[in-house]
């Protein structure tokens, strides 16, 4: 089993920047490869980012690169999201999710946390 739960979503004007977490906890943080996901209303769930067990491949959405980075920390078993330059588009229900075994090239991710939400607004 993996808990996954997100935090450091909120309120954010255009051009701005916000970084999210995910702890992990349950079985051992380093043996499973990462990701984000979004969903906006109306919207199906849409992959965000993901990074591999070490955190040497990272893999990101066309929208968000140049925006977006992913980054973890197996010492804290915690993965980040930082989002800068956000849009309006951006906003959205943020998931961070794990899988075991190469998840960054099969996209089959096992565990989802509860969401964090960020809105991106004036």
């Known amino acids: 089993q993996v808990q996954l739960v997100e935090s450091g979503g909120g309120l954010v004007q255009p051009g701005g920047s916000l970084r999210l977490s995910c702890a992990a906890s349950g079985r051992t943080f380093s043996d499973y490869d990462m990701a984000w996901f979004r969903q906006a209303p109306g919207k199906e769930r849409e992959f965000v980012a993901a990074?591999?067990?070490?955190?040497?491949?990272?893999k990101y959405a066309d929208s968000v690169k140049g925006r977006f980075t992913i980054s973890r920390d197996n010492d804290k078993n915690t993965v980040y999201l930082q989002m800068n330059s956000l849009k309006p588009e951006d906003t959205s229900l943020y998931y961070c999710?794990?899988?075991?075994?190469?998840?960054?090239?099969?996209?089959?991710?096992?565990?989802w946390g509860p969401g964090t939400q960020v809105t991106v607004s004036s």
């Open positions: 990074i591999s067990r070490r955190g040497s491949i990272q």
């Open positions: 999710a794990a899988g075991f075994a190469d998840t960054v090239y099969t996209n089959n991710y096992t565990y």
